[in-house]
């Protein structure tokens, strides 16, 4: 069994940043990655990384804004959010998976583990 906990999250003005970690615990993963929901709304693929190949994978709209990464040593995944936009506004979720294949990483639905969510508000 994998557990995710997540933190960092909250509110900011629109162009500026923040930056979520999810750290993991129980067996290595494949793929980490990060899904955003509003409500009513499916949640939506916002990055990936490949935990050890380090290759990164993104929606195009953050890509520029949004860089995912690991530490070196540890179990803990980042999203830094620069640029932030008033729809980047969501609950942000980390997702992993030990035997997701790449052409599913952008699928909520082959993610077998999820963190609890954190919300990110940006303002106008």
């Known amino acids: 069994q994998v557990q995710l906990v997540e933190s960092g999250g909250g509110l900011v003005q629109a162009g500026g940043s923040l930056r979520l970690s999810c750290t993991f615990s129980?067996?290595?993963?494949?793929?980490i990655a990060w899904f955003r929901q509003t409500p009513g709304a499916e949640r939506e693929f916002v990055a990936a990384?490949?935990?050890?190949?380090?290759?990164?994978y993104y929606a195009d709209s953050v890509k520029g804004r949004f860089t995912i990464s690991r530490d070196n040593a540890g179990n803990t995944a980042h999203l830094q959010m620069n640029s932030l936009k008033p729809d980047d506004t969501a609950v942000y979720y980390c997702?992993?998976?030990?035997?997701?294949?790449?052409?599913?990483?952008?699928?909520?639905?082959?993610?077998?583990?999820w963190g609890q969510g954190t919300q990110v508000t940006v303002s106008s």
């Open positions: 129980g067996r290595t993963l494949r793929y």
């Open positions: 990384l490949n935990w050890n190949a380090r290759y990164t």
């Open positions: 997702a992993g998976d030990t035997g997701i294949i790449l052409s599913n990483i952008r699928y909520a639905a082959h993610y077998d583990y």
